[in-house]
């Protein structure tokens, strides 16, 4: 699993009432505040943060935006 680092892009991957956050919405980590725990920023399509909070990395998975190493040639890249 990938490390979770400062401006990785996560999910939260459960519901965090009292921040009026649900599972699988998307932030960015602004800060780490110790081991394991990061400030994590939410914010709307237009850039306006709505929610600031502190997460440990048990509750957020780390996403990524492009294709993982492999050994080989992806399976969608060959020709038939």
């Given at each position: 699993m990938a490390e979770i680092e400062l401006l990785s892009?996560?999910?939260?991957?459960?519901?965090?009432?009292?921040?009026?956050?649900?599972?699988?919405?998307?932030?960015?980590v602004?800060?780490?505040?110790?081991?394991?725990?990061?400030?994590v920023e939410f914010s709307d399509d237009s850039g306006q943060a709505y929610a600031l909070t502190a997460l440990r990395a048990?509750?957020?998975m780390r996403l990524h935006h492009q294709p993982a190493e492999q050994t080989g040639p992806s399976p969608m890249l060959q020709e038939t």
């Open positions: 892009v996560v999910a939260v991957l459960e519901d965090v009432p009292h921040k009026g956050l649900i599972r699988g919405q998307v932030g960015t602004v800060e780490t505040l110790g081991l394991g725990v990061y400030e048990s509750q957020l």
